[in-house]
């Protein structure tokens, strides 16, 4: 008796699978499979979890935690393609280094629930049979409804009203069978890139660069492509997708700031005959699943997305591009805390293929591995056909007599003046959207605050309303100061777009106006609508944040001014001065991007900050030169390692607590040395206190695993959250 459920039990544990989940789980759970044959490590299984059930990955083969006997079986394995070892091993990768569950790294890689649950997606009606059953009465009105259904299934009210018929109509039609439920598709097709169309033809310069990117196509490799602003790095990567096409693989394309593709996806169809597939948070549920799905069946052949499109399920990827590779948007700052880039880099040697970072200005991490010799390099030194870099003129703001509230300098002021009468567009950035940064009572001086984080309520006269640019918190402006309680005593201080936009339009009535920023054009269709616009010249003066930084092409554009040069220098941010030259230099290269020469003027007053200084010199290899030596001496990256600790709980007292015995607990062996803890710069963020520690280490050190082994040193406290930031960007 006794033998033979041993046998059993052996029998059992031979059909058992680990599963991992797409939750916030450490480790695949065991499964059994009743019968059939065993699914692949990588099929996609439901499987029961509790009450409810969950799609799951098939993860290797049981771990044996759980007695064969006591396993639960999988309920089906979906007809879908197994998710590739290489996938799997990013997946496994990524949790390790980011200190990530990584059931919550394959949510990112599945990021779709509903692509597996039928229910999810909206359901409508198409036609099932060529003619209704004998015997039905067939009306006019239900004639004009099988007039208009087709196979593809359409909405209930948008096919009632397309046939001026009551939704009962096509219902009481579906119980003859003549028409059926079925999923709404999105629409979308997946065409394959034609990559023999051809594109522009390429100068001699960008064909040497597209060539040796096309030599590297087999196998591991990184380059860097670094090409002046308005050089034609993005024709040049195109022919690496060429080449990746003609091999019959899959490309992808990572971009900072997927709103604002409109102009890269008309040159992608230009090139290519389609548009490529396109992955972001903008899509609809429908389109979401449906890409996700060809592009783990490989119809889809391009992505171009978000940082989150690097997890997509490419059974057979050939290439990555991460365009703008300098970008700290590729930095995920909750949840999964990932630099895209940096894993864009490991998926590549994982999958065995060649990654190409794009920038006119590199990342010092990058130019570092350049100058190691780890990654390659082809640099496209001159500007397409002949356009020149602009000229940066730096006005000194020290000298200027401001009215007060203007932000203009005279420099500036005329300069626009000048562009608007020759008939060209301008460009003015400022890296604070609202109205104004600060809203302070003017009897006594009292600051609104977000009431969930420990930062001033920014004001945006275009909705009205105070608003947290950290919690999303609003509110409208008291009538009355809650301190004091002078009546509309609230005056706004410094300068923001908005506000800008008024100084424009009083030095300028003439002038068309636009205010583009994360606000204004959120969307990929507002983006698109706003490009269309300044290309149709509709506009005179674009007024912005970052997001008009990045990689618009504008031929009538000519003028940059950059409002205040200063802004993002303040602050103790290890990449402080880095950033800043990136997103200065990449504005500045808006300008005179065709024939008309371009200028660029800088407000500043410090001009003789190096960053100003190296931004007018033209002169990034120094600045970079300089900033190296700078992190060098710091011991900081990329000579040094860093991952930050952020201890965040509602409770001030237990934060404090945690805090400290991580600091008691911290690491002390040769070459790694801890900061803090520290109240966090945004003490208190979505009503949590937060409290900071700091780990540098030397490069041999293992700093993911370092961090594990402290963390498992201090006992969890309910309430209260410890995050790891494997190499920070962020030290708010
Ligand atoms: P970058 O990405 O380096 O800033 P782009 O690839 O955006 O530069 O190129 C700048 C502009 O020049 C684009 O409008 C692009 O279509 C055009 N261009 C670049 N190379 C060529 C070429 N060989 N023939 C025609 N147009 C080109
Ligand atoms: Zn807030």
Request: proline share 7%; hydrophobic share 45%; aromatic share 6%.
């Amino acid at each position: 008796m006794a033998a033979s459920l041993e046998g059993e039990g052996r029998a059992a544990a031979s059909r058992g699978i680990a599963v991992l989940l797409p939750l916030p789980l450490e480790r695949p759970y065991d499964y059994r499979v009743a019968d059939g044959a065993l699914p692949p490590p990588g099929a996609l299984v439901r499987v029961p979890l509790g009450k409810r059930d969950v799609v799951g990955v098939v993860w290797g083969p049981a771990t044996g935690e759980v007695a064969a006997e006591r396993l639960r079986d999988v309920i089906e394995v979906l007809p879908l393609p197994p998710l590739t070892a290489e996938l799997r091993a990013l997946v496994d990768w990524t949790a390790r280094y980011t200190l990530s569950p990584a059931g919550a790294v394959l949510r990112m890689a599945l990021s779709v629930p509903s692509a597996f649950d039928a229910p999810k997606v909206p359901l409508g009606y198409r036609r099932a049979a060529l003619s209704p059953p004998a015997g039905t009465k067939l009306t006019p009105a239900r004639e004009r409804v099988l007039a208009i259904a087709s196979s593809r299934a359409m909405p209930l009210g948008e096919l009632a009203t397309a046939a001026q018929v009551t939704p009962s109509v096509v219902t009481a039609l579906a119980k003859t069978g003549v028409l059926e439920r079925a999923p709404v598709a999105s629409g979308a097709v997946f065409a394959a890139p034609d990559w023999r169309k051809g594109g522009v033809r390429l100068t001699s310069d960008q064909r040497t660069a597209a060539d040796s990117l096309i030599a590297s196509a087999n196998g591991f490799s990184v380059t860097l492509l670094d090409g002046v602003t308005g050089s034609g790095k993005t024709e040049v990567y195109f022919e690496a997708i060429a080449a990746a096409l003609a091999a019959d693989k899959q490309a992808v394309v990572l971009l900072p700031e997927i709103a604002l593709t409109a102009q890269w996806l008309a040159r992608f169809q230009a090139r290519f005959g389609v548009a490529p597939a396109e992955w972001h948070s903008d899509l609809g549920t429908a389109l979401r699943r449906e890409t996700w799905r060809a592009v783990a069946g490989g119809q889809a052949r391009v992505v171009v997305g978000a940082r989150s499109a690097l997890f997509l399920p490419f059974p057979n990827l050939g290439l990555i591009v991460v365009d703008e590779e300098h970008d700290s948007s590729f930095k995920q700052e909750d949840g999964v805390i990932y630099n895209a880039r940096d894993m864009a880099v490991v998926r590549g040697r994982l999958a065995q293929i060649p990654v190409v970072l794009a920038s006119a200005t590199p990342s010092l991490e990058t130019v570092i591995n350049v100058e190691r010799g780890r990654y390659k390099r082809i640099v496209l030194p001159e500007r397409f056909a002949g356009a020149k870099q602009p000229a940066v003129t730096i006005a000194d703001m020290r000298m200027e007599k401001l009215p007060r509230q203007n932000f203009l300098g005279s420099a500036l002021r005329s300069a626009l003046g000048e562009n608007l009468a020759a008939g060209e567009q301008s460009m003015l950035f400022l890296n604070r959207r609202g109205y104004a940064p600060l809203t302070l009572c003017r009897s006594c001086g009292h600051r609104i605050e977000c009431r969930n984080c420990s930062t001033w309520l920014v004001e945006h006269r275009l909705v009205g309303r105070l608003m947290c640019h950290h919690c999303g918190h609003s509110e409208g402006l008291p009538i009355a100061c809650p301190v004091c309680g002078a009546a509309e005593s609230f005056a706004a201080c410094g300068p923001g777009v908005e506000r800008l936009e008024e100084e424009v339009a009083a030095l300028l009535p003439a002038a068309r106006l636009a205010v583009v920023t994360s606000d204004t054009v959120g969307s990929p269709a507002a983006a698109a609508e706003f490009v269309r616009q300044v290309t149709e010249h509709e506009i005179d003066v674009l007024i912005g944040t970052q997001i008009v930084a990045k990689g618009h092409h504008f031929p009538l554009l000519t003028l940059v001014g950059i409002v205040d040069a200063d802004l993002g220098l303040a602050g103790g941010d290890l990449r402080a001065a880095e950033r800043t030259f990136q997103v200065l230099h990449q504005v500045a290269g808006r300008a005179g991007r065709e024939q008309r020469p371009g200028r660029v003027i800088v407000q500043s007053y410090m001009p003789e900050h190096p960053v100003i200084a190296a931004l007018a010199a033209n002169d990034r290899d120094r600045f970079m030169a300089e900033e190296a030596k700078d992190r060098a001496e710091r011991g900081m990256p990329p000579y040094g390692r860093l991952a930050a600790l952020i201890v965040s709980g509602p409770d001030h007292a237990m934060v404090d607590n945690m805090a400290s015995a991580l600091a008691r607990t911290a690491p002390r062996d040769e070459g790694i040395e801890v900061w803090g803890p520290a109240e966090a710069p945004l003490r208190l963020l979505r009503g949590r206190h937060r409290r900071r520690l700091l780990l540098t280490a030397s490069r041999d050190i293992d700093v993911p695993e370092t961090m594990r082994s402290w963390i498992a040193r201090v006992p969890q406290m309910s309430g209260v959250r410890v995050q790891v930031d494997i190499d920070p960007y962020s030290f708010l």
